[in-house]
Structures are given as structure tokens and as C-alpha cells.
T-cell receptor, first 116, second 113 residues
């Protein structure tokens, strides 16, 4: 069965600290797609990254970086030098069937609070 | 333009009312989605439209009726809802239904009284 686990329910940091959000997934498929979305208080889900199972390269986008490790079935997300605007709920997700865009198996989300 | 626009932002309706939620995108996307999100929970897929045809219905009760009048518009018609249907309803679109990512609107916060 497919499953995504975000064990951290809430994280609170002070501005400029680095923070890592954990994501562990389960799937029997050899081809699969993982996503991270950000949901600020305004409600919309903001797409951050999509990664397929064949690409294990870590990715960096500004202050954001992602560490994909198939050996541990993890797809962790790090924010460097956090800012108040990073405060949001972050969801990790796995698409099912593999490649399917709309049917996302979400983790329960991690609420990040960045204090000034 | 990477926006998905949803109206209204907030809606309060009685259990006997009929109302509609509207979603619009002008990105040329051919797939559109409705999700339901309860407080402190992840979103749950309700419907998928692909090329204006309903392709997935996640066993949603018939009091929710989707409609896709054209490739840019997606509606969700509501009738005889229950208080437990109160939630954030999110619309999303994507270029196609596979191997891409979805873009979400800000949602409609629905309260059923």
C-alpha cells in the first residue's frame, strides 16, 4: 500500500534558523513521483517540487533544498535561514497511480511556525 | 498567468439551500480537480476532469455535482448539504493528468448551518 508519513506535526523555530521537514514514503512501485506543497494561512496549496524515482539528485532552489534518498524511502525538505513568511503547513505527497497528477496521497502535514 | 481563481472565498449556506462554487483558470490546462480539506487534515480528491469529461469520481455523495462547461471553468453545485460538509474546497488545474504538477486556487471556505 502507498503511504506518506510526516512524523513532525508542528515545528517552531526562530527566524534565520535552518529547519528540516521529514517525509517518509511507502510504495511497492519502482516508478513513482513525490511532491512537496506549501499551504499558507490563505489556503492555497503552493507547488514546491516534483521528483520522480529515477532522479536521486538533491535539488536546491534558493533557500529551499530537498534530499531524496531511496535507500531510506525519505524525501526531506530543508529551509535555510528561515523567515517569518515560511510559516505554513507543508505537505509531502506521493502520486497514485504513479505519474497521476491529481490523486495525491498526502502526509498529514507539518505546521512550521517561524518566530521573529 | 499561473492563477487558479475560486469564487466565492467564503460561503455560508443552510442545509436546504442550493449553491455553486466556481473555479477558473486561463493557463490552457486540460485537467481540473476538486478537493475537500477538513481542518488540520490533508486535502482529499473529489473529482477529476480531463478534457472537460469527468474521469474520476472518488465516490462523492450526489449532493455534490461537478460541471465543466468549458476548458477554463469548473463548477461544483451543492444541494442539501450536511454540517459535516463544512470544509475548505480547493480547485486545481494541470496541463494534463499525468507526469506534471497541479496548481491550486485559494479555496472556498464553506460553512453549512
Amino acid at each position: 500500500a502507498q503511504k506518506v508519513t510526516q512524523a513532525q506535526t508542528e515545528i517552531s523555530v526562530v527566524e534565520k534558523e535552518d529547519v528540516t521537514l521529514d517525509c517518509v514514503y511507502e510504495t511497492r512501485d519502482t516508478t513513482y513521483y513525490l511532491f512537496w506543497y506549501k499551504q499558507p494561512p490563505s489556503g492555497e496549496l503552493v507547488f514546491l517540487i516534483r521528483r520522480n524515482s529515477f532522479d536521486e539528485q538533491n535539488e536546491i532552489s534558493g533557500r529551499y533544498s530537498w534530499n531524496f534518498q531511496k535507500s531510506t524511502s525519505s524525501f526531506n525538505f530543508t529551509i535555510t535561514a528561515s523567515q517569518v513568511v515560511d510559516s505554513a503547513v507543508y505537505f509531502c505527497a506521493l502520486s497514485w497511480p504513479p505519474g497521476n497528477t491529481g490523486k495525491l496521497i498526502f502526509g498529514q502535514g507539518t505546521t512550521l511556525q517561524v518566530k521573529p | 498567468d499561473t492563477e487558479v481563481t475560486q469564487t466565492p472565498k467564503h460561503l455560508v449556506m443552510g442545509m436546504t439551500n442550493k449553491k455553486s462554487l466556481k473555479c477558473e483558470q486561463h493557463m490552457g490546462h486540460r485537467a481540473m480537480y476538486w478537493y475537500k480539506q477538513k481542518a488540520k487534515k490533508p486535502p482529499e480528491l473529489m473529482f477529476v476532469y480531463s478534457y472537460e469529461k469527468l474521469s474520476i469520481n472518488e465516490s462523492v455523495p450526489s449532493r455534490f455535482s461537478p460541471e465543466c462547461p468549458n476548458s477554463s471553468l469548473l463548477n461544483l453545485h451543492l444541494h442539501a448539504l450536511q454540517p459535516e460538509d463544512s470544509a475548505l474546497y480547493l480547485c486545481a488545474s494541470s496541463p494534463r493528468t499525468v507526469n506534471t504538477e497541479a496548481f491550486f486556487g485559494q479555496g472556498t471556505r464553506l460553512t453549512v448551518v
